[in-house]
Every structure is written in structure tokens, then in C-alpha cells.
Nanobody, 125 residues
């Protein structure tokens, strides 16, 4: 089971670091994606990382501001979010996914093995 943490309220331009962990060895050698869903909008994938952490990919909307990383020894995947904007407000989820490939991030529900319950991020002045 995946568990996200680190969400909260932050001002525009601020930073947050989200964590995705598991009580089991679920994350070890698994592809992980970070997703978000804003009110009234569809869920979108914002970043992914391969099992060894060699491959990463980002949505254009967060490229250059968000960084995904992992520490397999700690069974944790992180999403460092800098220069946060109002439009980054959403519930953020991590998930076990089938792949992290290059090119535009597009996911299908059939690509997801399991979801966390999410952590809310609110960017507001």
C-alpha cells in the first residue's frame, strides 16, 4: 500500500517535498508515477521515475520546477516541487505504474497497478 505525505499550504513561489512510501517492499524496483487532480479536472501524470531511477519524465507544466527522485534503501520516492504556482493546487497521488517512457506523459487506467490515497497541496497567497 502506497502512502503519500508532505502536502500542505504554501505561498506562490514556495516549495514542498512530497514523499511516497510503503510499509512493504512495494516500491523496490518498481516504476512510480506522481499524479495530481485539481478540483473539476481530470487526473494527470506530472512525473515518473524508472525502477533504478535512471529514467525520469515530466509533464511540460512542471518541467524545470519539479524533480522526482527515489531512495530505494528507504523505500521512498520523492517529488520536490519548487516555484509553486496557483495552478499547482491539487491532490497529489503516487502510483505503481507499468512504465516511465520518454515523450509526453499520457497514462491509461490500465497502466496503474495501485494508487495511494493522496496528499493535498494548496498554493495560495
Amino acid at each position: 500500500q502506497l502512502v503519500e505525505s508532505g502536502g500542505g499550504l504554501v505561498q506562490p513561489g514556495g516549495s514542498l517535498r512530497l514523499s511516497c512510501g510503503s510499509s512493504s517492499d512495494t516500491l523496490d524496483y518498481s516504476v512510480i508515477g506522481w499524479f495530481r487532480q485539481a478540483p473539476g479536472k481530470e487526473r494527470e501524470e506530472v512525473a515518473c521515475i524508472s525502477s533504478a531511477g535512471i529514467t525520469t519524465n515530466y509533464a511540460d507544466s512542471v518541467k524545470g520546477r519539479f524533480t522526482i527522485s527515489r531512495d530505494n534503501a528507504k523505500n521512498t520516492v520523492y517529488l520536490q516541487m519548487n516555484s509553486l504556482k496557483l495552478e499547482d493546487t491539487a491532490v497529489y497521488y503516487c502510483a505503481l505504474t507499468k512504465r516511465c517512457s520518454s515523450g509526453p506523459l499520457v497514462y491509461y487506467s490500465s497502466d496503474i497497478y495501485s494508487w495511494g490515497k493522496g496528499t493535498p497541496v494548496t498554493v495560495s497567497s
